[in-house]
């Protein structure tokens, strides 16, 4: 078998181009993707599971916020190694260990009771080698489809990652039943070693040089009409900010040239903002606030969950609508104002005092946010450099993953003192302000996704 580097991806070079849900490439990927994801929410379930039968309340919680740690502190370093080695190998090496070292686990606590020094170990070695993982399987889109598929793959990529979660749950809850926690991370394994064949099949495009960026003209000028008519050459022209320095000198050199690339892009660069503001109002609202509000409102937990339920929904709908579309005109101006429509609709959650109401303004909000992120995504993998994929993908999933959580206890703490009503409002201000601050991009604003 050819080199993966060397093997050209289907619907590339041949002026052809397979749709993403025709392509076998695409689907071994969306599959490996899939059991992968499964695999996550079994692990975490069976993790929490252990943790709580093995300990008191606050040591069950230190075990599962103890991956958290290495995860937000290696991430960028997980876009280096992806960038360095490629992100087929960094994907499918980081899978291996993670299925080797959760069926280790369930052999150890099938055989004895270690107690939860060892989870709290696992749980650190899993977290760090997620920090490698999600970077990597990121950076693999654009490597295994043409530019002008990658929207029907964000589609399909979140319904695959809402399935995984729908399925993944009750297949930890059957196999907990069965075997107890070694059944379940048991299960978990098998669902990580399951994808490494389908990852080991991949074919990958090999990667380009470096686009050479046309002459743009200083200040708010837009891109010229052969990139807002979707002309992927002409996109990467008018919005690239340098090519860069390839991957190759020291660890730190190259993290360092990353973040220099994104800061000097004239698109990511502004659709970074938008992530990290965006998030920083939008998480602590779902993650923490919801709960609190519908404690508040006497729903209870079966309330709560047919809130999120409502929100998944929507946000399934919103992967599905991309995953059959495949490509949404004016992707940047369409971001921008389904993040402000979805920000909107945040606040009036406080303000709903049945449950119906509550679930289908959470749909709304699923249907908008879902929309923004899938486009999001979308324009980050297409306009980036491949050779800095791996790099900027970390960095958006750190701005995500590492610092949108630290709204976690502000949010708590402020409902405490205020209510929901006022913590929702400025969440949703803070939400629409990383949506306006994207529509106050000219070229972010006007940029095209490739037909």
């Known amino acids: 078998m050819p080199a993966a580097e060397d093997v050209a ?70 876009g280096v190694l992806a960038d360095r080695l490629g992100p087929r190998r960094v994907v499918v090496t980081s899978d291996a ?7 280790g686990l369930a052999a150890l606590l099938w055989a004895s009771a270690p107690g939860l020094w060892l989870l709290a170990a696992v749980a650190v070695v899993f977290g760090a080698l997620d920090a490698v993982f999600m970077p990597a399987v990121g950076a693999l889109p654009p490597r295994i489809a043409a530019p002008g598929q990658l929207a029907r793959i964000q589609g399909m990529r979140g319904l695959a990652g809402r399935g995984a979660t729908v399925v993944g749950a009750p297949l930890g809850g059957v196999a907990m ?39 743009v ?88 969950g047919w809130v999120l339920a409502g929100f998944a929904a929507g946000s399934g709908a919103a992967s599905l609508l991309l995953a059959v579309r495949g490509r949404i005109p004016r992707a940047g101006l369409v971001m921008g104002l389904a993040l402000v429509a979805g920000s909107a609709a945040i606040a009036p959650l406080a303000l709903v005092p049945h449950l ?45 993953l590492g610092l949108a959580p630290l709204s976690f206890p502000l949010t708590g703490a402020a409902v405490g003192l205020w209510g929901t009503t006022p913590v929702f409002a400025v969440s949703a ?11 106050c991009s000219p070229r972010l604003r006007r940029a095209e996704l490739p037909t």
């Open 356 to 400: 119906a109401v509550a679930v289908a303004v959470a749909a709304v909000v699923g249907v908008l946010t879902g929309v923004s992120g899938s486009l999001c995504g979308a324009l980050m993998q297409t306009l980036t450099e491949p050779s800095h994929l791996g790099r900027v993908t970390s960095l958006a999933t750190f701005v995500s």
């Open 177 to 215: 039943a069965a075997g107890g926690a070694s059944g379940a991370f048991l299960l978990a394994g098998a669902l990580f070693a399951l994808a490494l064949p389908l990852l080991l099949t991949l074919r990958i495009a090999p990667l380009p040089g470096p686009r050479t960026p046309a002459a």
């Open 217 to 304: 003209p200083e200040g708010p000028t837009a891109p010229g009409p052969g990139a807002s008519d979707g002309d992927p050459g002409a996109v990467a022209a008018a919005t690239a900010g340098g090519p860069g320095t390839p991957p190759g000198g020291s660890f730190l050199r190259d993290l360092a040239d990353g973040l220099r690339y994104v800061r000097r892009h004239r698109v990511l660069a502004p659709l970074l903002v938008v992530i990290a503001v965006s998030d920083l109002g939008f998480v602590g609202p779902l993650g923490v606030g919801l709960a609190l509000l519908a404690d508040a409102r006497d729903w209870g937990a079966a309330g709560l």
């Open 9 to 78: 991806a289907p619907g590339r070079g041949d002026g052809r181009e397979r749709p993403a849900h025709r392509d076998p490439n695409v689907l071994r990927w969306l599959g490996a993707y899939t059991a992968s994801a499964a695999g996550d929410s079994v692990y975490y379930l069976a993790l929490t599971w252990a943790a709580t039968r093995g300990g008191s309340a606050a040591e069950a919680g230190a075990v599962l916020a103890v991956s958290a740690v290495p995860r937000a502190l290696l991430m960028l370093g997980g």
């Open 97 to 103: 260990a993670r299925a080797v070292i959760v069926l």
């Open 429 to 439: 201000l803070v939400c629409a302000a990383g949506a306006v601050y994207g529509l």
